[in-house]
């Protein structure tokens, strides 16, 4: 009787489990389907067992009953096919060759060959000659049975409470102990096969009740799914091969907004986009991936643009909050699976770098594609970054001495200091490169005036004055020219070293000349100081001839690019520009000058300075020091 009461109990069970699951928040994956689909078949053959059961109490063994038995006991094959074809859909991360999965299989299909065969080893059930049914327990096959569970759902919990450790000791503990108990039954003989039936339901229940916990996927603030129900799906549609479309939203300044108004107020205009996303998702879902991040997933690219379109117009700038005005700028991400991406890991990382993008150089409601080189880009940047914060902290940048040689004096009087990096395989990275990140990630300045100073000593320790040289020629990039206290700072370190203002030229760029106010102020107190400065890289901006005359600048460094293509007979610039530039009162410097024709061309058209290969590639200290003296002594 006992065993009627349990087959109804794990019924109504079942029925109950399956209602839940109806009602509550799921995420839309195929493995919460593949569970619901795994409840309905556990609930049929659990009444169909019930029922047997009933049918063999009330009426005994007889032809009618005998077949409702047989019946279920297919029915519990079915549910351990079901439960199989779960777990199998659960273990989508492994791969199928995972020692454990294929264990795994190999007891399923034992099993199942087992019981599906019993009729004619007799081994779970027979019929006897008169039509009449027989079960049998051997021990054996129940351990079995208990066995393949047990491996089974260690399995389930070994693949998806990695996380949650402390979810998953609750989880082995019940199961040892819900082992023991079973296997003490069966010892007893109180229980027959429904002691793994019974052994199932347990462990199945615990699953549920932690693992399929909406409190894992959702996020608190919003109501939204949270990041890792995000991940999940879409680890899951790309285990499966299916195609997904990723748009990302991200408020661009988040951050700042947060510091002016505070996590509540913004959590609140983040309920409300959230809302607007919702209504706007062409049937796709919204998750909350981060702070300042919502994401959407949707079957194609063209829905993606679609829904791209109707937000960029629907989602609101400005946002009024208990009576304060939040304003945000929002930027859109697009990537798509197959499409712009192999697999998972790839598009993960993607997706961390658009969250982290707060660099953007796209303009704002603009949809960014998140191809391949802007990730890989952001990656070099960091890792050359954090060389260049390890080198401003440990005062570890090199600086190298590039000669530049007069026309008039026949000899070097002038040097131009050039930056040198080195990656963490000892290679030099490209100057022009390092430069640039350091101005993005506000370093310019230490590292300016680092290597400011370190010039300054070089030419104390080595008297260079002493040598020939009259001037030393220092870069200046656009984040120093802006900084208003740079003058102060320079002519402060060149005092320290007792080296005079008026010795140091100040190359720079062109750009930087069409830059607001602060920089020629900048410039303007520099040359109070004492010190010159020299237009760099001539000839590779935009500027009309007109504008650049006007500069108040001592030296134009004609850019190497236009000395060659001059000398390959591909422009007649330099034949007007040079006079002009001379005309003026301002002195020039070519560079690139790498063989002697250079040299003739650059002579013949009165140029004052001659830098490049043709006399010395840019040396280390010593190597300078040689050359200088010998070059010198020549002369
Ligand atoms: P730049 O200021 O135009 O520096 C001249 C560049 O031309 C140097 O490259 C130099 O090695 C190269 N060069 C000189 N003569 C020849 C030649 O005959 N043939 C060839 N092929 N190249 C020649 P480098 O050292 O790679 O520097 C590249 C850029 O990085 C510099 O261009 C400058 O914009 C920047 N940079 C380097 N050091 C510093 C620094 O200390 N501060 C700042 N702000 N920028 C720097
Ligand atoms: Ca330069
Ligand atoms: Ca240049």
């Known amino acids: 009787m006992y065993e009627i009461h349990f087959e109804i109990a794990a019924a109504g069970f079942f029925c109950l489990l399956f209602l839940a699951n109806l009602l509550k928040k799921q995420l839309q994956s195929r493995r919460t389907a593949a569970f619901q689909i795994l409840l309905c078949v556990m609930m049929a053959a659990s009444f169909l067992v019930a029922g047997s059961d009933l049918c063999m109490f009330y009426y005994g063994t007889c032809e009618g009953t005998t077949l409702i038995k047989a019946a279920s006991l297919y029915a519990e094959v ?9 777990i199998l859909s659960a273990a989508y991360r492994l791969s199928l060759d995972s020692p454990l999965l294929l264990s795994e299989c190999i007891l399923f299909v034992f099993m199942t060959v087992i019981i599906l065969s019993s009729p004619w080893t007799k081994w779970c059930f027979y019929l006897d000659g008169n039509g009449m049914f027989h079960q049998q327990t051997p021990f054996l096959v129940i351990c079995l049975f208990l066995m393949e569970h047990l491996v089974m759902d260690i399995f389930i919990v070994w693949v998806h409470y990695k996380e949650h450790l402390l979810q998953r000791r609750v989880f082995y503990s019940l199961l ?10 069966e010892m007893t003989q109180k229980v027959k096969v429904e002691g793994v039936t019974v052994f199932i339901l347990f462990v199945l229940f615990a699953f549920y009740l932690s693992l399929q916990s909406p409190d894992f996927y959702v996020d608190t603030s919003t109501g939204a799914y949270n990041r890792d129900g995000f991940f999940e799906v879409l680890r899951e549609r790309i285990a499966y091969c299916r195609k997904t479309s990723c748009l990302l939203v991200r408020v661009r300044n988040y951050h700042s907004m947060n510091q002016i108004y505070g996590e509540e107020t913004l959590q609140e205009v983040q309920r409300q986009i959230y809302d607007i996303l ?10 909350h991936v981060g702070a300042s991040t919502f994401a959407l997933i949707l079957k194609d690219e063209n829905l993606l643009k679609g829904v791209y379109e109707q937000l960029s117009v629907k989602i609101p700038t400005e946002w009024l909050v208990e009576d304060e005005v939040v304003r945000h700028e929002y930027s859109f991400y697009q990537i798509s699976y197959p499409k712009d991406c192999q697999d998972y890991e790839e598009l993960v990382q993607r997706i961390h770098y658009a969250r982290s ?9 603009s949809l960014t594609l998140l191809h391949w080189g802007a990730v890989k880009e952001s990656e070099a940047k960091k890792k050359v ?9 440990d005062n570890s940048i090199e600086i190298q001495f590039q000669p530049i040689y007069s026309i008039e004096k026949d000899k070097i009087t002038s040097l131009e200091v050039l930056a040198r990096l080195k990656d963490e395989n000892k290679n030099y990275i490209d100057p ?17 005036e680092q290597i400011f100073r370190k010039a300054c000593i070089f030419a104390s320790r080595n008297r260079i004055f002493d040598y020939g040289i009259e001037d030393i020629n220092i870069n200046l ?26 010795k140091m030229h100040l190359e720079i760029t062109e750009s930087e000349f069409t830059d607001a106010d602060a920089v020629s102020r900048t410039l303007q107190r520099l040359k109070e100081t004492g010190a010159k400065v020299a237009l760099d890289d001539f000839g590779t901006g935009y500027s009309t001839l007109s504008n650049i005359l006007e500069l108040p600048v001592d030296f134009v460094k ?6 060659w293509s001059f000398a390959e007979g591909k422009n007649q610039f330099l034949n007007d520009l040079m006079p002009m530039i001379k005309a003026e009162g301002k002195k020039i410097i070519a560079e690139g000058i790498e063989t002697q024709e250079h040299i003739d061309i650059i002579k013949r058209l009165q140029g004052d300075f001659l830098q490049g290969y043709h006399y010395a590639r840019p040396l280390p200290e010593k190597n300078f020091m040689r050359f200088l003296k010998e070059f010198n002594a020549q002369c």
Request: net charge negative.
């Open 432 to 448: 022009e490169y390092f430069i640039h990140v350091a101005e993005e990630n506000h370093m310019i300045i230490p590292l300016g």
């Open 477 to 502: 990039s656009p984040g120093q020219c802006r900084y208003e206290k740079l003058t102060e700072v320079l002519a402060g370190i060149a005092a320290e070293h007792g080296i005079p203002m008026a």
């Open 176 to 185: 040892i102990l819900m082992f023991f108990c079973a296997v003490a039954a």
């Open 78 to 86: 079915l549910c351990l096919v079901s439960f199989h074809c779960y």
């Open 278 to 287: 919702k209504k706007n998702s062409a049937n796709g879902i919204v998750y």
């Open 385 to 393: 970054a954090h060389l260049l914060e390890e080198a401003v902290m």
């Open 357 to 365: 993008d707060h660099e953007s150089r796209h303009k704002a409601g």
């Open 558 to 563: 004609i850019d190497k690019s236009l000395v």
